[in-house]
């Protein structure tokens, strides 16, 4: 099934048509690897219990298989009303206004809550910090327009109101957010600039991972930039056209230089060179202010891990 072939009608009713390559195919794994959020086999499972699955119109069972030009129709079941609790975590704000919030978040911090990450996360810091968040990504994301991974330090914008939340996420929607990082990668990059056109879906052989593929991907565009070389290593300037997840790691592997450190998609060892997480740095956000239209963009500087890890490098 290819992207196109999704059809979705409201906010939380999904269809798509099953495809030639599907026939066979259980309904609750197909539905896991097609979804986008990250939504486990289980709790698929429970909702094709539940009867918020039809094929055809029907109700099925979690192991019913699929036939070609199948009708799967997911009414997503509202979430759990869940308190999330403000905390007092220390976060560097770099700007901040009656709209919005950009922070600098740290490696190894969560963005919002999730399975296994139920506080301790940045939204937990800004509910403390804020008071105000936009409600527009629900109880469980209040605020959030965009995510970097946990272990991606850098700059991140809030909404603090839905009028900043709309404007923010139309923004990023016709890519006009200026997202600009740093990364250092296995191996001597050859080109001095260039572009990875490659789409990006959920791996056929871990639903938890990303790779470049054709089957149920989207577009994906990352422009990159050498800063500099190092013996079997380069320091990479990475601009977002789109934002697609892990869309860099998967990107950079692709083309053979993964990222340092990058415990998911990097090499297993790193010939001495240690990072706790995957050196990626957010450094540039610009945006267009969602009230005032006023031309925004803020950088934070390299965190000292990779600083530290360039030093070496130097040296060697």
Known sequence: MSIGEERESSDNRFEWI???EEAGERIDKFLTEVLEEEVSRTQVQQWVKDGHVTVNGKTVKPNYKLSDGDTVVLMMPEPEELELAPEAIPIEVVYEDSDVIVVNKPRGMVVHPAPGHPGGTLVNALLYHCKDLSGINGIMRPGIVHRIDKDTSGLLMAAKNDLAHNSLAEQLKAHTVNRKYLALVHGNVPHDNGTVDAPIGRDPKDRKLYTVTERNSKHAVTHFAVIE??????????????????????????????????PVYGPSKSRGVHMEGQALHAAVLGFEHPRTGESLQFEAPMPEDMVNVLEVLKTR
């Open 18 to 20: 099953a495809e030639p």
């Open 229 to 262: 070389r190092f013996k079997d290593y380069t320091l990479l300037e990475l601009k977002l056209e789109t934002g697609r997840t892990h869309q860099i790691r998967v990107h950079m592997k692709f083309i053979g230089h993964p990222l340092v450190g990058d």
